[in-house]
């Protein structure tokens, strides 16, 4: 189960970010804007469901799901990613969950799947998030979460045990549809035993570098290259903005101590130190909202009069408009190089300002007031733009001459390496040892070095080892050297001198769980292509009104 995890790493991380938001703010009723109960929003096979079947089976299931792996249960979170597998959005993916749980079900009737009343309480009662903290089921914490937890979700007991039972049925289908699909122990021990590996050998590293420096190509070699690609060569789009950033008034400055002050106690010095504390964080606060309250008053003005009177309404509020020159994302001004206030994901000003598509409509070239600082609300007007487009000779010249000198020093890299790569094989073969062979194709010695007993865990040194080390020579003979290996700076040449397998006290016992993680792991592959091929031929129909 945890490979399978690891595999799916990625989306894990995307359904996670998905169950954040969603607990969050709940998943949007917008897909049903004024629709009545009972609203028909989907056709599966030619039935058609409801907005209430939706809400219980797709979003409400859906939302249950991570309020469960929440607590590190990852047991749903299979069957979820199964049946949201390529989603790409937090409505795409509840919507996939719905149309492939829905497939689900038939196909229960269908294979004669029916988990018992026992089966599924056994697997409710399993989940960790009932666990106390010696992992047996915890009644008090189950009840909690039926009575206050689910119900915020329009959901009761029931619908929980239908989401269990489709689970178990999940399992059971991957089962049945992927159950052919042996894995061969034998080609699983030896992967095994390849990872077992204790390598021994040496290493000599050719660096890009020298090769560079031997390149020093005319005026009309860089021409002549800039001519075939000069459409690679762009100026960056540039911009200039009008803007405003305002922070709340400031707050009255703390009154010094007085005599009285100082003939108090510490406990009543404390008292009064926390309470003008108090008073000052209130202060704050009440201020805060004040200019929240200016700039979406602002907003609003601003876009009854089609994003005219920019300047005139910032006076109204003794605001100053601050004008910018072009720039370029990279290069922003640094009074714009701000921070957003709420970004979770190290997003800054001027990522939103060059976001802007601006169309003949003047409102469209103002963005929203964005949250920037602890406490500051910044409001931009683009003003200019330079797209664009294709560079001058002159302009590109020192950019094209950089990549012709690297291309071609990559080429001679690799043409350098191999050369010395079979004058080290035919130096080996003579008999020498593999630092005389490197020395005599022309390696410096401080290139070369050697390795010691390295495993599939072991951390290359990135400053003189290649990141693929271990791969590289793990399928090797002993005495022998392994494929070049090529990075973006540097070449490595990589010499075997013995390879041997660890013994593991538990091998059998790790063969078995690793036979066992590919075989579940083939299970899964088979069940969603299976429910990719059923869920085209159900033919879906949204019939949501966007």
Same mark, same amino acid.
């Given at each position: 189960?945890?490979?399978?995890?690891?595999?799916?790493?990625?989306?894990?991380?995307?359904?996670?970010?998905?169950?954040?938001?969603?607990?969050?703010?709940?998943?949007?009723?917008?897909?049903?804007?004024?629709?009545?109960?009972?609203?028909?929003? @989907?056709?599966?096979?030619?039935?058609? @469901?409801?907005?209430?079947?939706?809400?219980?089976?797709?979003?409400?299931?859906?939302?249950?799901?991570?309020?469960?792996?929440?607590?590190?249960?990852?047991?749903?979170?299979?069957?979820?990613?199964?049946?949201?597998?390529?989603?790409?959005?937090?409505?795409?993916?509840?919507?996939?969950?719905?149309?492939?749980?829905?497939?689900?079900?038939?196909?229960?009737?269908?294979?004669?799947?029916?988990?018992?009343?026992?089966?599924?309480?056994? @697997?409710?009662?399993?989940?960790?998030?009932?666990?106390?903290?010696?992992?047996?089921?915890?009644?008090?914490?189950?009840?909690?979460?039926?009575?206050?937890?689910?119900?915020?979700?329009?959901?009761?007991?029931?619908?929980?045990?239908?989401?269990?039972?489709?689970?178990?049925?999940?399992?059971?289908?991957?089962?049945?549809?992927?159950?052919?699909?042996?894995?061969?122990?034998?080609?699983?021990?030896?992967?095994?035993?390849?990872? =077992?590996?204790?390598?021994?050998?040496?290493?000599?590293?050719?660096?890009?570098?020298?090769?560079?420096?031997?390149?020093?190509? =005319?005026?009309?070699?860089?021409?002549? @290259?800039?001519?075939?690609?000069?459409?690679?060569?762009?100026?960056?789009?540039?911009?200039?903005?009008?803007?405003?950033?305002?922070?709340?008034?400031?707050?009255?400055?703390?009154?010094?101590?007085?005599?009285?002050?100082?003939?108090?106690?510490?406990?009543?010095?404390?008292?009064?130190?926390?309470?003008?504390?108090?008073?000052?964080?209130?202060?704050?606060?009440?201020?805060?909202?004040?200019?929240?309250?200016?700039?979406?008053?602002?907003?609003?003005?601003?876009?009854?009069?089609?994003?005219?009177?920019?300047?005139?309404?910032?006076?109204?509020?003794?605001?100053?408009?601050?004008?910018?020159?072009?720039?370029?994302?990279?290069?922003?001004?640094?009074?714009?190089?701000?921070?957003?206030?709420?970004?979770?994901?190290?997003?800054?000003?001027?990522? /939103?300002?060059?976001?802007?598509?601006?169309?003949?409509?003047?409102?469209?070239?103002?963005?929203?007031?964005?949250?920037?600082?602890?406490?500051?609300?910044?409001?931009?007007?683009?003003?200019?733009?330079?797209?664009?487009?294709?560079?001058?000779?002159?302009?590109?010249?020192?950019?094209?001459?950089?990549?012709?000198?690297? /291309?071609?020093?990559?080429?001679?890299?690799?043409?350098?390496?191999?050369?010395?790569?079979?004058?080290?094989?035919?130096?080996?073969?003579?008999?020498?040892?593999?630092?005389? =062979?490197?020395?005599?194709?022309?390696?410096?010695?401080?290139?070369?070095?050697?390795?010691?007993?390295?495993?599939?865990?072991?951390?290359?040194?990135?400053?003189?080892?290649?990141?693929?080390?271990?791969?590289?020579?793990?399928?090797?003979?002993?005495?022998?050297?392994?494929?070049?290996?090529?990075?973006?700076?540097?070449?490595?040449?990589?010499?075997?001198?013995?390879?041997?397998?660890?013994?593991?006290?538990?091998?059998?016992?790790?063969?078995?769980?690793?036979?066992?993680?590919?075989?579940?792991?083939?299970?899964?592959?088979?069940?969603?292509?299976?429910?990719?091929?059923?869920?085209?031929?159900?033919?879906?129909? =949204?019939?949501?009104?966007?």
């Amino acid at each position: 189960m945890i490979e399978n995890i690891r595999k799916y790493q990625g989306l894990v991380l995307f359904f996670i970010a998905i169950v954040i938001i969603s607990l969050v703010v709940g998943i949007k009723d917008d897909l049903f804007r004024g629709g009545a109960a009972g609203q028909p929003v @989907y056709r599966i096979n030619g039935r058609t @469901y409801n907005d209430k079947e939706f809400q219980h089976l797709g979003t409400g299931a859906f939302e249950l799901v991570g309020g469960l792996a929440r607590a590190g249960d990852f047991s749903l979170y299979q069957f979820l990613m199964e049946l949201a597998q390529g989603a790409t959005s937090q409505e795409d993916a509840a919507e996939k969950f719905f149309v492939g749980r829905m497939i689900l079900r038939e196909a229960k009737n269908e294979f004669g799947i029916h988990p018992g009343d026992a089966e599924i309480t056994d @697997y409710i009662r399993k989940l960790r998030a009932f666990s106390d903290k010696d992992g047996s089921f915890d009644q008090e914490t189950y009840n909690n979460f039926i009575e206050k937890g689910i119900g915020r979700l329009g959901m009761t007991e029931n619908d929980l045990r239908e989401l269990a039972s489709d689970a178990i049925a999940s399992t059971r289908m991957n089962a049945i549809i992927g159950g052919g699909l042996t894995m061969n122990k034998d080609a699983v021990k030896s992967a095994q035993a390849i990872d =077992s590996q204790q390598i021994s050998g040496s290493i000599a590293r050719l660096d890009l570098a020298p090769f560079e420096a031997g390149i020093k190509p =005319s005026d009309e070699e860089v021409k002549s @290259y800039w001519e075939n690609i000069q459409d690679a060569f762009m100026t960056q789009p540039q911009r200039k903005f009008s803007y405003l950033i305002v922070s709340p008034k400031p707050t009255a400055a703390k009154p010094a101590e007085t005599i009285t002050d100082a003939t108090l106690k510490d406990e009543e010095k404390k008292q009064k130190e926390q309470s003008k504390e108090a008073a000052a964080k209130e202060e704050e606060r009440v201020k805060q909202k004040e200019l929240d309250a200016l700039v979406d008053n602002f907003a609003v003005e601003l876009e009854e009069q089609k994003g005219v009177g920019f300047e005139e309404l910032a006076a109204q509020n003794g605001w100053t408009v601050q004008t910018t020159g072009m720039f370029s994302k990279d290069k922003a001004p640094k009074e714009l190089d701000l921070k957003l206030r709420s970004s979770s994901v190290n997003g800054k000003v001027v990522d /939103e300002l060059f976001q802007i598509v601006a169309t003949a409509d003047p409102l469209s070239k103002i963005i929203q007031p964005i949250a920037v600082g602890e406490n500051q609300w910044l409001i931009a007007r683009l003003d200019g733009e330079d797209k664009p487009r294709a560079k001058t000779f002159e302009e590109a010249r020192e950019e094209a001459r950089a990549q012709f000198v690297s /291309e071609k020093a990559a080429e001679a890299l690799k043409k350098g390496a191999g050369e010395a790569m079979e004058k080290i094989k035919a130096s080996l073969a003579a008999g020498k040892s593999f630092a005389e =062979s490197a020395k005599a194709a022309g390696i410096a010695a401080s290139h070369v070095k050697e390795f010691k007993k390295i495993k599939s865990s072991t951390q290359p040194d990135a400053a003189s080892e290649p990141r693929q080390l271990f791969q590289s020579a793990s399928n090797v003979d002993h005495g022998t050297l392994a494929d070049l290996i090529t990075e973006q700076d540097r070449a490595f040449i990589v010499h075997v001198a013995s390879r041997e397998v660890e013994k593991d006290p538990k091998a059998e016992e790790t063969l078995n769980a690793q036979v066992q993680s590919s075989a579940m792991q083939n299970e899964m592959l088979a069940f969603t292509s299976w429910l990719k091929v059923r869920t085209e031929a159900a033919k879906v129909e =949204s019939l949501i009104k966007r």
